[in-house]
């Protein structure tokens, strides 16, 4: 049978304080009724027969012995236990030492003592070790390694550990399980593999729970203890980076962020990983092989059991509460005391679920009501129609004994306390957001209007009743609960379309946020969130659901996710698509967003595909000559312009600036942009006086629009700096610089990525200025800076390493220029893939100091890689492929291969004029490099020809004494000395 108490303290009355004491400390500590006859005799009832039944209900008998020895009366008691014990062998008599007491064998004790194992507390009443002993002895387990544990209860988490969740003072049982996975994840590691435990089970059973418990109870053993959110695999990387910020890092681009967190966890271990809430089996081998590594241990909670045996998960299986356990943990939990049948009535009623135990008992606490009245409010509404709503079907779970309907019974009689509208909303719409993950208040305050102290209130209340737990002040929700929720909402489809609207609205917010400050942090704990609320949404018919595919696709692009926004983007396209059709002028927002990425990614195809569809809908919406078709046109011509049909590019630019000049007049910014990227275009194009005259056009009307200091007026300025750069004027593209990055820190402050990106400028002109030093600190400046926003790994990160890399070559320092380069190819191929045009930039580099280093095969192999992924991304007759083919002749004019490099030239050649027309910069330094060769091949007449021509090209677009006419009158000097 069960018993009342787990243990009955029988002393003699001059030990009762320090008795007492103990029995605080085995109920504070371990969680154990026990029996003290301060605590329960009634004053006035005789106390002999009180004592009598104590004993009848305890299943345990302490006798502790101090320096006043056994009372006759607690002789009498042990007597009783005896020959209780003599009828049921789990009945146990625990013999204690207290401070002050005799060695036992000094003691004139009754025999039966002497041959039982005592519990020695003389060495204080603090003592950690005799306490936990005695406490083994009452539970009737071996002390062995659980010893270390108990010693550790309530320390705390190792330094850096992440675990969202506080100890719940009220957990009750699981020993057995908790012992099952202390055996498996404590035992010491002889092989090289991953000790990993499953914990699987029907939702509301504690999976959770019983991780937490083991967490508290057993961190000290680990270097740290970290909680990953599993519901959603695809943002593991999200719940990764969130245990590293706990650890004290903090990268603000999430993959160095990650990158560090892992190298921490497998250098610095045993450590424990709670992979909680992980659904989708089907992704666990992709996710667990992160983890493969000795040093951690891993465990999962799911309600899945069929892990595939390739994971190496051994599953343990969490049945529901025993029925000591449930009536443990309601006899703890409820304020009132109650009857044993009343509490085994509740538990059998409510299934012996954890989760509805515990909703049920802050019920009845919250409404100061009885057991009896509670079930008799439960039985009317277990008949009601509502029991059979769609929410059973969405739990995918078996129900053999129908526990679920009495869950949601249990769900509904909380909810009917739930009086005020304010706390109905916020519950029905955290129902919406992602569970078991913290919720920030901006979401309640913004999407329902609510002021500090009306949101503290209903979360108060929907705390008190065990609906929406609040953690660190924050509030999260259970799956189930977050289940019902949703089905109350239900009913409402308008609330479900506002929350949709509004929280997209605030994740505008966090990336305008993002923009002007250039922290990505806005948009972190909003990001769970809209993904879930994205999903129920699309699932609805919500339109808003595009809205916040659309601003976590601009997001997950910042963050240089690039596939991820893909993802995201394509989903909004799809719902926008749905909603209003193929030609609506929103599904060309969707398309041209869509476009953007496939650029950064490297589709520039596919990027052009989408651009031409959404100018094509916005055409047939709007007419040829609206404001919108030239933003189309405008994206058209900047993919045209990567792809190097600079012609196509340029009619596309103008077209849509004589649109804009139609419509807002000549000196509107939008005219402004317009010019600016015309002014791109034909520097490109080699026509640096025109590109010129566009920047300083832009430039005039940005000044006349913002004023002289704003950021847009810096964004001119830098692309005049840009041109002047170009045509060798140097000291005025210095200038420019200078002026750009002064606007960019008093808008931003100092260590803004704008400011980077101005620094950055610096360094080129200052490189080509001959100050190699001041060059150097400038692009160590911007890195550091960009580092700092972006963290270690991020594409921009890698175009400054580069840049760093360009300038210790020209000091020198190849070795350090080859280790920037190959440090800028790793993160381009991780960002992008190996094949990326981006990546063909930085094998180029690399070529070039391999060359320097005398490295000519291994230059020559870069080179011809960086030309293999050009010749597939822009085809055989791209200007970038020519600059490929140019250093490929380069290397083989040094490894001898002289009619290879003139071959090699001449194609460049070919491409460059076909490309630009016969009169320009790249012509020229084609034209160049040929005579080289012939001159090596003992034409110098023919070399003769081409210095000559190449000269003629230059002095057309740059000024007299640039650095480039210099290298070409140079080459034709030394041909006249030769000859």
Request: net charge negative; proline share 4%.
């Amino acid at each position: 049978m069960p018993y009342k108490y787990d243990v009955f303290l029988s002393h003699n009355s001059k030990d009762k304080p320090a008795v007492e004491t103990i029995a605080k400390s085995l109920q504070q500590k371990y969680g154990l009724k026990c029996w003290l006859d301060k605590w329960n005799l009634v004053p006035g009832e005789p106390w002999q027969e009180a004592l009598e039944d104590a004993l009848d209900e305890c299943e345990t008998v302490a006798v502790f012995v101090g320096p006043n020895t056994i009372s006759p009366w607690e002789n009498e008691e042990m007597r009783s236990a005896l020959e209780a014990r003599v009828h049921d062998k789990t009945r146990r008599v625990i013999p204690v030492l207290l401070p002050g007491a005799s060695d036992s064998r000094d003691l004139k004790l009754p025999r039966f003592l002497t041959r039982l194992t005592w519990a020695d507390l003389r060495a204080g009443l603090g003592d950690e070790e005799g306490l936990y002993r005695l406490y083994c002895g009452i539970r009737g387990i071996k002390p062995g390694e659980q010893l270390e544990r108990e010693k550790a209860a309530g320390s705390g988490l190792p330094h850096g550990s992440y675990l969202p969740f506080m100890r719940n003072t009220l957990f009750t049982g699981r020993e057995g399980d908790l012992q099952h996975l202390a055996e498996n994840l404590l035992k010491e590691n002889s092989t090289n593999t991953v000790i990993s435990q499953a914990v699987t089970g029907m939702g509301g059973i504690g999976k959770t729970q019983l991780a937490v418990e083991f967490a508290w109870r057993y961190g000290y053993r680990f270097k740290g203890v970290h909680w990953l959110d599993l519901r959603d695999p695809q943002a593991l990387d999200g719940a990764i980076a969130l245990c590293g910020m706990h650890m004290g890092y903090r990268h603000a681009d999430q993959r160095d962020q990650v990158a560090a967190t892992l190298q921490t966890w497998t250098a610095e271990g045993p450590r424990l990983l709670i992979l909680d809430n992980f659904e989708e089996v089907t992704q666990a081998n992709d996710v667990l092989v992160r983890f493969a590594h000795p040093s951690l241990r891993l465990l999962v909670t799911s309600r899945r059991k069929d892990f595939p045996k390739s994971t190496g998960l051994q599953v343990q299986q969490l049945n529901l509460f025993s029925e000591a356990e449930s009536l443990g943990f309601l006899e703890k939990t409820l304020e009132q005391v109650e009857t044993p049948t009343a509490r085994k009535v509740l538990a059998e009623t409510l299934g012996h679920l954890p989760l509805a135990l515990e909703l049920a008992a802050n019920y009845i606490n919250v409404n100061q009501i009885e057991i009896e009245g509670y079930l008799k409010e439960l039985a009317d509404l277990l008949g009601h129609e509502s029991m059979q709503a769609e929410w059973f079907q969405e739990l995918d779970i078996p129900n053999p004994t129908k526990h679920d309907q009495s869950l949601f019974a249990t769900f509904q009689l909380s909810w009917q306390e739930v009086k005020d509208e304010t706390q109905q909303k916020v519950f029905m719409l955290a129902g919406y957001c992602a569970s078991n993950t913290p919720i920030p208040l901006d979401i309640f305050k913004q999407t329902l209007e609510l002021e500090d102290k009306a949101l503290s209130k209903a979360l108060y209340r929907l705390n008190a009743l065990g609906l929406l737990p609040l953690a660190n002040e924050l509030p999260g929700i259970h799956p189930l609960l977050a289940t019902y929720a949703r089905t109350l909402a239900h009913s409402s489809k308008d609330l479900l379309e506002s929350f949709a609207d509004k929280l997209a609205r605030l994740a505008r917010q966090a990336n305008d946020q993002m923009d002007q400050t250039g922290s990505l942090g806005w948009f972190v704990p909003l990001r769970p969130h809209i993904l879930s609320t994205a999903e129920f949404a699309d699932e609805a018919g919500v339109q808003a659901a595009a809205s916040l595919l659309g601003n976590l696709g601009y997001y997950l692009r910042k963050i240089a996710d690039y596939k991820g926004a893909q993802a995201a983007y394509e989903r909004a396209l799809k719902i926008s698509e749905a909603t209003y059709g193929a030609d609506h002028p929103t599904v060309a927002l969707r398309v041209n967003n869509l476009g953007g990425v496939l650029q950064d990614l490297g589709d520039l195809a596919g990027a052009q595909a989408a651009y031409e569809r959404a100018l094509k809908i916005d055409e047939a919406t709007y007419g040829p000559d609206h404001p919108a078709v030239a933003i189309r046109v405008n994206n058209l011509g900047g993919v045209l312009k990567a792809l190097g049909d600079l012609a196509g590019a340029k009619a596309s630019i103008e077209r849509a600036l004589k649109i804009d000049e139609a419509a807002y007049g000549a000196d509107h910014p939008a005219v402004g942009t317009g010019i600016n990227n015309l002014g791109l275009v034909l520097q490109d194009l080699g026509d640096l006086a025109g590109a010129k005259a566009a920047f300083e056009r832009a430039l005039k009307i940005a000044e006349a629009t913002y004023g002289a200091d704003h950021p847009t007026v810096a964004i001119r300025v830098n692309n005049l700096g840009g041109v002047l750069h170009d045509l060798g004027d140097l000291p005025g593209a210095k200038a420019a610089y200078e002026r750009a990055l002064k606007i960019a820190e008093a808008t931003y402050g100092t260590d803004h990525p704008t400011v980077a990106r101005d620094v950055n400028n610096l360094g080129r002109v200052l490189q080509d200025l001959g100050d190699l030093a001041g060059a150097k600190t400038a692009f160590e400046r911007a890195l550091k800076i960009d580092e700092a926003t972006y963290g270690a790994d991020h594409p921009t990160v890698a175009t400054l390493v580069n840049n760093l890399g360009l300038v210790l070559q020209d000091l020198g320092d190849l070795a350090g220029a080859q280790a920037a380069y190959e440090r800028a190819l790793k993160i381009s191929e991780a960002t992008y893939g190996a094949d990326h045009p981006t990546v063909a930039i930085r094998v180029n580099n690399l070529g070039s100091v391999l060359k320097a280093l005398g490295d000519l095969a291994g230059a020559k192999a870069a080179f011809e890689r960086a030309l293999k992924i050009d010749e597939a991304v822009y085809g055989a007759d791209h200007p970038e492929v020519a600059i490929d083919v140019n250093n490929l002749g380069g290397v083989l004019k040094a490894l001898g291969d002289l009619a290879g490099a003139k071959a090699a030239f001449e194609r460049a050649l070919k491409i460059d004029e076909a490309t630009y027309g016969a009169d320009h910069p790249a012509v020229a330094r084609d034209v160049n490099n040929l005579g080289l060769a012939l001159q090596d091949l003992g034409d110098l007449a023919g070399a003769k020809a081409a210095f000559e021509r190449a000269l003629r090209i230059l002095k057309k677009f740059l000024p007299e004494g640039h650095p480039t006419i210099k290298i070409v009158q140079e080459n034709l000097e030394l041909l006249s000395g030769q000859k």
